[in-house]
């Protein structure tokens, strides 16, 4: 009997579907390309063309070679309307912007991040979205900041990293046990006995088997594993997991202590008389004897004298005295919150105190997390968040003397290389004095002139001053109005937040309408009353005005720190830049800020009468953290970890933000706009939100599986990518755990990484491997509208997603986490023919292909079985043509299901699929 792969208008198809196909690859696609279902799983292997089931093409690298590996990419389209390419590449030490010309074939300048963008062991999170009225803002952060309530069940990590010092007292307490760094060769355990250090043996290494319990040379037998807790180090990064148990309130916790340092330091003998105060205890010298400082504690001349170091030492046992020389003792104080040493000096001048308040010799720096309640310690170091902010300029840094006048456009030099060094939609700011952004550049005229395409804010007269294409994002003031004369200095305010806005003598200002200057800032009264240094240059009735700062070169950076900053997630609704994830504070992680409407920079960050949104989670706790912002046709979409939000309005007076979706997203970088909504993935599928309601994509194919894949991906520390081409949306996970294998005969592998495929027009699903991309860019219809992405090797490349949907050929690379192939693999759902129940003998295949270059492997399956049989017949080589070829076998059994799958140490160069049919005859029905 022959059961027909395309069946023709009539009654419904009686093939039937097998139920629960963990990998069920397609929902409703079209029967001419599989009929009814007919995929189980697919790998390089798509199914986009009709009737066809396609190889996917070769990850090839055609643009320019990176000079480190990538976590980003970027378009931006500079001021003359060319359009550039900016790929983020980096390691540990090295934080760089590689330039590629539109042709994406040739790099230009290395420009200087100022950050490390470090890809190991974790890549930096990236969100790249386009400016208000031009350019692209660029945001990468190491870590997102994270509340209790953001922490997902049995995911809580924190994470401690080695450095340079000894700090003794440091303490890290694990689940109620307190392990303290006593001196430079050990810990002392409050529970167990100490952890000790030797030689090259690494002291990290020390605690973490103390905390799992492991048998160690240097680790006592006391030492007992704790319960929920486990410790893994990589390199010098020594990570805990936490599990929380029980109720709320009932679980496990980290938290580290940093030690105190101080120093008692004596330039000569000290005198006769000359005492030191040490928690309110005074010791008084009578004696000088160089390295044995004799001392008396309280002035009884009646009490033994005893060596200082010894006497402290004895009687604050809280603090540890490690060092104690002929002219100096330095101690640590593990006590934190109430340091027990309080010094205190009195004549002569030759003993000189530091207090014990320095902190920077901890062994250990941590980001803390508990799961009992209670906040974050903020996490990382400085570049954990930064904002860059992109005018399509293509060079690096550029410093030379110009000249211009308030006012106008026009930027001199007495004799410069502009046409070489300075490209269109670069910032100028200026050097000492003032460190003013004087604007950006329009045209490069000449070699000693260029354009603004603002009027500059200041004069300057041959300011040495640095042209450079990515600068730090600073905060406007433009609240209210103001109103002031020529001939007077006071500026009056109207609906003005001058003292919550931070309105200080770092800001001139500027009328909107024109850029005239108005003066610089001297005093602030109140909300609505300042000074100006002198008399205003401009006279202004109730005129809108601009308040921009200048004065320091920290200004232009990309940190996101300063107080008046915003976070490094930004977008464009409504038609202003909205940003979120400011660090500062709990409630600020799940807030959005938005702009004025006339400049992206023009944010009112006060904190009452600002202008921002709390975002609050269904459970009414606002501090669930924003993780990712996409800008829709008539919503801004805010993510969370778990929960999806739209903001819906045209301003202030009507923005409005309701939750979507009971899920979130796994990383920053899976969210993409696609048509007029986004795409992202989350804990429980892919999602496609339209503007107005959310639809898992995959609900049909993968359905609960999809959780099976991403439960222990950990967000803090793994990341995803996505990107969109030709109606495909790609994800790339660097970490999975697949329930289900790929078998060929009866060797499984199971994917510890994947990139899955979704066909956003008919829902199938298929995975891609070795393609582990790290970042994508689209570029604009006039360039092709060809998307590319970037991989990394031991440095980032770059491809185009083209010759993957559209082409076939062997991979050029091998990516990291990646295997070469293409590794073409189709299964096929379990056939039940007309009765899973009676038993049929399966008897032949026939199947249209191409396959040039080698053979294809076929295995039968029996039953509900997964493992297979490989047949000796096989697919042989057409040498490029169609062929349709039968594949005869005798197979009793209910079920049956088939595999074909290439044979990787074949170099086949194409495979294709067409229609094929299954014979089998039923035997009676009695027989079961």
Not at 26 to 31: D, E, F, L, S, T
Not at 307 to 319: D, F, H, R, V
Not at 741 to 763: E, L, R, Y
Request: glycine letters at 10%.
């Amino acid at each position: 009997m022959t059961v027909p792969i395309q069946m023709p208008p009539g009654p419904p198809n009686t093939v039937q579907s097998y139920p629960g196909a963990p990998l069920g690859m397609i929902r409703a696609v079209p029967q001419s390309e599989i009929p009814d279902g007919g995929a189980y799983v697919l790998q390089d292997a798509l199914v986009h063309r009709e009737g066809r089931i396609i190889r996917r093409g070769p990850v090839n690298p055609t643009g320019p070679t990176l000079t480190y590996k990538g976590c980003g990419m970027a378009a931006c389209t500079a001021p003359d309307g060319s359009v550039h390419v900016g790929a983020w590449n980096g390691d540990a030490s090295h934080g760089n912007v590689t330039f590629i010309d539109p042709t994406m074939t040739t790099a230009g300048d290395n420009y200087a991040w100022q950050f490390a963008l470090d890809t190991s062991p974790r890549y930096k999170l990236f969100h790249a979205r386009p400016a208000l009225k031009r350019g692209v803002m660029i945001g990468v952060a190491g870590t997102l900041q994270r509340t209790i309530a953001g922490i997902p069940p049995g995911q809580a990590k924190v994470t401690g990293v080695t450095t340079t010092g000894t700090g003794y007292g440091s303490t890290i307490t694990v689940d109620g046990k307190t392990y303290t760094l006593v001196s430079v060769s050990y810990f002392s355990n409050a529970v167990a006995n100490q952890i000790q250090y030797t030689g090259g043996t690494a002291l990290l290494t020390r605690l973490m088997h103390a905390i799992n319990g492991t048998s160690d040379t240097y680790v006592s037998s006391a030492t007992t594993a704790h319960t929920g807790v486990t410790a893994s180090l990589s390199g010098s990064t020594l990570t805990i997991t936490a599990i929380p148990v029980g109720s709320a309130g009932n679980g496990k916790s980290v938290s580290v202590g940093r030690s105190k340092y101080g120093r008692i330091s004596f330039a000569n003998n000290p005198s006769a008389g000359a005492t030191v105060t040490i928690d309110g205890t005074v010791w008084t010298c009578v004696s000088g004897t160089p390295g044995a400082h004799q001392f008396q504690k309280g002035g009884d001349r009646n009490t033994t004298s005893l060596n200082l170091l010894s006497a402290i030492t004895s009687t604050y046992t809280a603090t540890y005295f490690l060092n104690h020389y002929s002219n100096a003792i330095e101690f640590w104080t593990k006590n934190i919150a109430n340091p027990a040493v309080v010094l205190a000096t009195s004549a002569p001048t030759d003993i000189f105190i530091t207090q014990g308040a320095a902190v920077g010799y901890d062994p250990i720096t941590w980001a803390a997390s508990t799961l009992t309640g209670g906040a974050d310690a903020t996490a990382g170091s400085a570049d954990d968040q930064a904002l860059g902010y992109w005018g399509g300029g293509v060079n690096d840094d550029y410093s030379f003397a110009i000249t211009t006048t308030r006012g106008s456009k026009t930027v001199t030099a007495a004799a410069s290389s502009f046409t070489t060094q300075v490209s269109p939609g670069m910032w100028i700011i200026s050097g000492t004095p003032g460190f003013w952004m004087v604007g950006q550049v329009s045209s490069v005229d000449s070699n000693t002139q260029v354009t603004l395409v603002d009027p500059a804010p200041v004069t300057l007269a041959a300011v040495t001053s640095t042209f450079t294409s990515i600068r730090g994002v600073q905060p406007k003031i433009m609240r209210g109005s103001i109103t002031c004369a020529t001939g007077s200095k006071a500026v009056t305010g109207g609906d003005t937040l001058f003292k919550s806005q931070n309105i200080d003598t770092s800001y001139s200002i500027y009328r909107l309408s024109d850029l005239a200057f108005v003066g610089d800032v001297s005093t602030v009264a109140s909300e609505f009353s300042l000074q100006l240094v002198a008399n205003a240059a401009v006279a202004m009735a109730d005129e809108e005005y601009v308040a921009i700062r200048h004065g320091a070169s920290t200004y232009w950076t990309l940190s996101t720190a300063e107080v008046n900053r915003v976070g490094f997630l930004t977008a464009v609704y409504a038609g202003r830049q909205w940003y979120a994830n400011r660090a500062t504070t709990n409630e600020e992680l799940a807030r959005v800020w938005f702009s004025d409407p006339r400049d992206p920079e023009g944010i009112n960050t006060a904190a009452t009468k600002g202008d921002w949104i709390d975002i609050t989670s269904a459970s009414n706790q606002p501090h669930r953290q924003i993780v990712s912002l996409v800008p829709c046709y008539n919503s801004l979409l805010i993510l969370k970890r778990d929960e999806a939000f739209g903001l819906y309005g045209t301003d202030e007076t009507n923005f409005e933000v309701r939750g979507v979706y009971d899920d979130g997203t796994l990383s920053t970088m899976t969210a993409v706009q696609y048509e007029h909504g986004a795409v992202w993935a989350g804990y429980g599928g892919i999602y496609f939100y339209d503007g107005s309601q959310v639809q898992n994509i995959i609900d049909q194919s993968l359905g609960n599986w999809w959780r099976l894949f991403t439960q222990n991906f950990n967000s803090e520390s793994d990341r995803a990518w996505g990107l969109i081409d030709r109606d495909h949306y790609f994800l790339f996970m660097e970490r999975l755990v697949s329930p289900t294998p790929i078998t060929k005969a009866d060797a499984q592998t199971f994917p510890s990484n994947w990139c899955v495929v979704v066909n956003m027009k008919t829902g199938a699903v298929t995975m891609v491997t070795n393609l582990t991309f790290r970042g994508s860019v689209s570029l604009p219809g006039t360039l092709g509208a060809q998307t590319y992405y970037l991989v990394n090797t031991t440095v980032g490349r770059i491809g185009n997603v083209y010759d993957i949907l559209e082409t076939q050929g062997r991979d050029a690379i091998t990516t990291d986490l990646g295997t070469a192939g293409p590794d073409f693999y189709f299964e096929s759902k379990k056939y039940g023919m007309e009765d899973p129940l009676i038993l049929k003998r399966f008897k032949q295949m026939t199947i249209h292909h191409i396959n040039t270059n080698g053979k294809l492997h076929i295995d039968t399956i029996r039953g509900l079985n997964t493992e297979g049989i490989q047949l000796t017949s096989e697919l042989i080589d057409t040498s490029g043509v169609w062929a349709v070829h039968r594949v005869r076998f005798s197979k009793k059994t209910q079920y049956f299901s088939f595999r074909i799958y290439e044979d990787t140490a074949t170099p086949i160069t194409d495979i294709t699929l067409g229609a094929f049919q299954l014979k089998y005859k039923s035997l009676r029905p009695g027989r079961v």
